[in-house]
Each structure stands twice: as C-alpha cells, then as structure tokens.
C-alpha cells in the first residue's frame, strides 16, 4: 500500500479540515459546489475503468462464498442498516439516508487491497467485484426508496437520474478508456501504462472532492456537528457486528480459510465514494446527507486494517486454523 493508500482516513480528515476553514473563511461555497460531482464522477470513471469483467469467470469454483457475499451484501446488510437508523437516528432523516446510502454500498475496490493484504483468495474477491457494482447500478433506488421511507422525501425518477449519472456516465467512460486504451497500443500497455495512472489519480480526487464538498457546506457542518456525532455510534455498531456475522457465514458453510477472508472483507468494506456521489446528484438540496458520508472512511480504514491483522494472524497459525 502507498502512504496515500495507508494513511486515507487521516487525509480525508485533513482535506475536510482544510475545506471547513476555507469555506469559513472565504466565500467560495459556490464555486467550490460546481467541482464536487465532477470531481467524483471523474474519480469514479478511474475506479471502474480497473474492473476486469471477465474475472466473473473465477467465480464459478466458488459459488458458496459468491452466493453467502451476495446475500450478505443486498439482503441482510440493507435490513441491518435500516434497523440501525430506524432505532438510532430516528429523529434525524437526512442522518439516516446518509447512513443508509454508505451501508448498502459495497466496495469496488478497496477490499482487494486488504484481502490481498490478510492472504485471502484473490481470485474469487476480483470476481465479486463486478458483480457488487451492477447489482448496486441496479439495487440503490429500491433501497433508498423502500428501505429509506419518509426520510427520503425524493421521487423515483430524481433518484434513478441520479444513479444513472453517478454510476453508468462514469462505467460507460470506464469502458471506453478500457476499449480505447486496448485498440490503441494493446492489453499489455493498457494494464501496464493507463491502470496504474488511473489507480494512482483516484485518491487524490477523492481528497479534492472533500475539500471542495467541505468548503461550499461549510456553515451547514458547524451547524450541525452535533447531529453528525450521532452516527458514530450506528457506524461503531456496523464495523463491529459485520465482521462476526462474515466469519459466522464462512465457518457455517465450511469455507476454506482464504475464503473466509475474502467473504470478511467483501461484507465489512464500504463504497463510500459512490455513496457519496450519490447524495450529491440525488440530495442537492440537503446537504446533510452527503456531509454526512465523509465520516464513514474516517472509521472504514482502520478497522479495515486492524481486521486485517486480526484475519491475518488467525491464518497463519496452521494449529489454530486447524481448530477453526
């Protein structure tokens, strides 16, 4: 992992910092609210344009795991994330959508760092990976509009706009830089000269979309620090309670031990840009909701990482693993 890629959360927290004192500061709210979805979406064309639709394949000699992800992911972590904003921020709407849309998110990219990182089955986590990004193209609108109920107060056809722009404008540039890229100087240069520079743009967008969504909501967050307070305890709840039901799953269907990390990592690991993303294009005019979100890679990472270990050393110990 680069040092961008170790320390995310403390220069998410960094460029939410300095967006907050610019936006205070100076009057640049309006300028610096043009930048945020083109930020993002830019951002994300550069996360899907290193997604191999062709690694579903590997997902064939694996279909416990694939199926107990999917189940995990798009049933049961959409009715855990509901139930937490149903019985701890009932009294705050926007809280609740910004918890909702940051839950039933599951990540595109940042789990294979960490499964890669615990030892667990590469093969079948890259085949994961495409498969969560449709069905989350698909999913995030009844979601949002079944599971976020009075709260979500938009119509239909705002939010499937919204997911529309947000995840299919970038996919589709994705595929065409992916095309492109193959057609002109072939696969090998592709994956060699244009993913890693793809790779190596998109933290750096995602800091400068903090700082520019911070700085144009900037009295909006002062006003309510209070309430933003409130969603730690449902995200501590989350991160805690995840990664027992994963392992809980894996040992129930007797999955091998690197499966079983990558079922852990697939189920705990959270898509937070395109959530982000999201509440921008479909919430425009409550930007609680998208302030919101920026708390959950401030938690994400490091429990990530001390999961990681956690898995990691569980793995390494042949008499252990044997007793599991």
Not at 69 to 97: E, K, Q, Y
Request: aromatic share 6%.
């Amino acid at each position: 992992m680069s040092t961008s890629e170790k320390f995310q959360s403390v220069f998410v927290a960094l460029a939410a910092v300095l967006g907050l004192g610019a936006g205070l500061l100076w009057p640049m709210g309006e300028v610096a609210g043009f930048l945020v979805l083109p930020l993002l979406i830019v951002m994300l064309a550069a996360v899907f344009a290193q997604v191999d639709a062709g690694q579903v394949r590997q997902a064939r000699g694996a279909r416990k795991v694939v199926a107990a992800s999917l189940v995990l992911n798009f049933v049961f972590t959409p009715l855990f994330a509901w139930a937490l904003g149903a019985g701890l921020l009932g009294g705050s709407p926007d809280l609740r959508i910004g918890l909702l849309l940051l839950l039933v998110t599951p990540c595109t990219d940042w789990y294979l760092v960490f499964t890669g990182l615990a030892r667990g089955h590469m093969g079948v986590a890259a085949a994961v990976l495409p498969v969560n990004l449709v069905l989350q193209l698909l999913l995030l609108p009844v979601y949002v509009l079944l599971l976020g109920g009075e709260a979500a107060m938009v119509g239909t056809g705002t939010l499937v706009e919204a997911v529309l722009l947000v995840l299919l404008v970038p996919l589709v540039i994705a595929l065409l830089v992916r095309w492109g890229a193959r057609r002109w100087k072939g696969t090998r240069w592709r994956d060699e000269r244009v993913m890693p520079v793809l790779s190596a743009s998109v933290l750096p967008l995602l800091y400068t979309a903090v700082l520019a969504m911070f700085a144009w909501q900037a009295r909006t967050v002062v006003a309510h620090l209070s309430d933003l307070a409130m969603l730690l305890l449902p995200l501590v709840l989350f991160f805690l309670v995840m990664p027992l039901v994963a392992v809980g799953a894996g040992r129930l269907l007797r999955l091998p031990a690197d499966q079983r990390v990558t079922l852990t990592m697939t189920s705990v690991a959270r898509n937070s840009p395109v959530a982000l993303a999201i509440a921008v294009a479909a919430f425009p005019d409550r930007p609680l909701i998208a302030v919101a979100l920026v708390t959950g890679p401030l938690l994400e990472l490091p429990v990530l990482a001390v999961l990681t270990q956690i898995v990691r050393v569980r793995k390494a110990g042949p008499a252990m693993d044997a007793r599991s």
